[in-house]
Structure formats: C-alpha cells, structure tokens
C-alpha cells in the first residue's frame, strides 16, 4: 500500500514539476530571442560603420566643437533607429542629419523637440521636399467644383503654385499635404470664402482660395530639421 502512495506522490511531483519546467525553458528561450531582437540593431550599425560615419562627420561640419554637448536619449534613440534605413545623401537623410545636429549642439538643443524624429520617421521623400519648399514660402493653390443637385461635385485644382514638377509622383500632392496635416507640421488651408459662380442668375459652381504652409508646430519642426540648401534641389 505504502508503495503504491509513494508512486502516487512522485507522478504527483512530475505533473506538478512539469510545467513549471517547461515555463522555465520557454522563458529561456524568449529571453534569448528577446536579446537577439534588442541587439540586432547595434550589429546593424556595426556592420554599417562607412554609412554611420558619413552621418557623424556631417554633423562634425555642423556643429562648432565647443557647442558639442550630449544629446537626450528620448531624442538621440529614435534617430539612430531610424537612419539604419535611410541614405545620408537623401533628403530625409539631410534632416536626420539636421536633427542630430541641432541634437547635440547647445545653442540649438532647445529647437528639437521629442517628437521630431518619429515624425521624419514617416516622411516620403516627395514629403521632405514639400517641407523644404514650405520652409521658404506660402504656396496658393485655387480649385474649381461645380454645384449640381445642392451638392458641391467635381472638385479639381484650377491653380497649383507649388513645383510640383519638383515631386516624383506629382500628382499626389494632395495625399501628401493630408499626411502632413496629420502629423500637425502642414497642410492647405482656405484663405477666404470660396467664390460662387453663377450662370443665368443661378449658382452652377465656386472656386476655393487656399494656401499651402507649414503649421506654426511645423515651422519649429523646419527650423530644427530642414536644412537651408540641399544637393537634390
């Protein structure tokens, strides 16, 4: 009787022990998988030393040596992430470059603020060049609808300011400027009341005055993230 509880007892402990070890060995396991994720980026950068240095000695011509003081982590992090994916001789390259130079230098570390790398993070390229342009000036654009049924249909832009030939997919400016309003550093804003057109006495249509410009978030975000000139323009 007494070896029979005993066998009990001990298939009792396996079933109690099991789990705990597998949990043990699962754990294990996620922590090295979890490691390996953390670190890969650091070997990224490694194994890219020529494209980081390229970075750091444009942010040397930048920044006066006695200006140098540390950057802030919560600023410093995301660039570093997000230039492993880009070339330093892009634009959004440039403002990475911009940024982690401002970053660093005293007398423009007040200029950046945290969320200015997630946000270049998500520029296009025909976005960072939309900014640039931004930076320098207001753009007018005017559109045309027509009014059919009490309904305002068939909105197309009569009037565009901006280069656009500038861009490499001209025509999607305005997508572009909806995602630069969501990221609050840009957008097309209506200057005026639109101006009815009319046509024997009734309202067949209107036209829409409005400009492209940069959001007063955005004129910080270009003050510390854009440079002046660039190679592309």
């Known amino acids: 009787m007494k070896e029979e509880k005993d066998k009990l007892l001990v298939e009792a402990y396996k079933d109690i022990l099991q789990p705990s070890a597998r949990e043990i060995g699962d754990l294990l396991r996620n922590t090295t998988k979890v490691a390996r994720f953390i670190f890969a980026p650091l070997d990224y950068l490694s194994a890219q030393q020529d494209r980081w240095q390229k970075y750091l ?3 040397a011509e930048r920044v006066k040596e006695e200006n140098l003081v540390e950057g802030r982590p919560e600023v410093i992090g995301p660039i570093v992430e997000g230039i492993r994916y880009v070339d330093s001789d892009s634009l959004v390259g440039e403002l990475f470059t911009q940024l982690l130079a401002d ?5 423009k570390q007040d200029l950046v603020h945290p969320a200015f790398p997630k946000i ?3 520029l296009s390229h025909d ?6 342009y931004l930076k320098k ?3 007018v654009v005017r559109q045309k609808w027509d009014f059919i049924n009490q309904r305002i249909e068939n909105m197309r832009t009569e009037y565009e300011e901006f280069p656009t030939a500038k861009l490499t997919y001209p025509s ?4 572009y400027m909806d995602h630069l309003n969501s990221l609050t550093i840009a957008g097309t804003w209506k200057t005026r009341n639109d101006d009815p ?3 024997g006495g009734t309202q067949v249509g209107g ?3 409005s400009e492209r410009k940069l959001s007063e978030f955005g004129v910080l975000f270009a003050k510390a993230c854009i440079p002046d000139q660039y190679a592309g323009e």
């Open 120 to 122: 270049v993070q998500q």
């Open 127 to 132: 976005e960072a060049v939309i900014l640039y």
């Open 207 to 209: 036209i829409v005055h």
């Open 172 to 175: 999607n400016i305005w997508m």
């Open 103 to 107: 970053s660093v230098d005293k007398e």
């Open 57 to 59: 000695a444009k942010v």
């Open 197 to 199: 057109i009319f046509s």
């Open 137 to 139: 000036q207001k753009f």
